[in-house]
């Protein structure tokens, strides 16, 4: 499996960006999908996570009312919309695969087999 993430750039506070994350293999569709960042001298953060089916989302709470993740197994992608953008979103954003279906677990790093190259987010103020 190979994940790889596009979309990042520079914006305004205040902005938008998309990100997308493109996965390569015929088991995308069984696999929950997750969004995680990393700002410089920090660790990696949990952003955004949606469950295989898409049914389920869960989302830091630094984030909610923001972004939105969703999926579209048919093309094997998933997306997370960032809107109203801050500078502390500023961050290298990574895509990741998981067989965790619980929402606590699918919010660490731990949980993920497959991680995408990330794609960097810069925010202006």
């Known amino acids: 499996v190979q994940l790889q993430a596009s979309g990042g750039g520079l914006v305004q506070a205040g902005g938008s960006l998309r990100l997308s994350c493109a996965a390569s293999g015929r088991t995308f569709s069984t696999y929950g999908m997750g969004w995680f960042r990393q700002a410089p001298g920090k660790e990696r953060e949990f952003v955004a996570a949606i469950r295989w089916s898409g049914a389920i989302t869960n989302y830091a709470d630094s984030v909610k009312g923001r972004f939105t993740i969703s999926r579209d197994n048919a093309k094997n992608t998933v997306i997370l919309q960032m809107s109203s953008l801050k500078p502390e979103d500023t961050a290298v954003y990574y895509c990741?695969?998981?067989?965790?279906?619980?929402?606590?677990?699918?919010?660490?790093?731990?949980?993920?087999?497959?991680w995408g190259q990330g794609t960097q987010v810069t925010v202006s103020s």
């Open positions: 990741a695969m998981t067989r965790a279906t619980i929402p606590q677990a699918m919010g660490s790093p731990r949980a993920y087999d497959y």
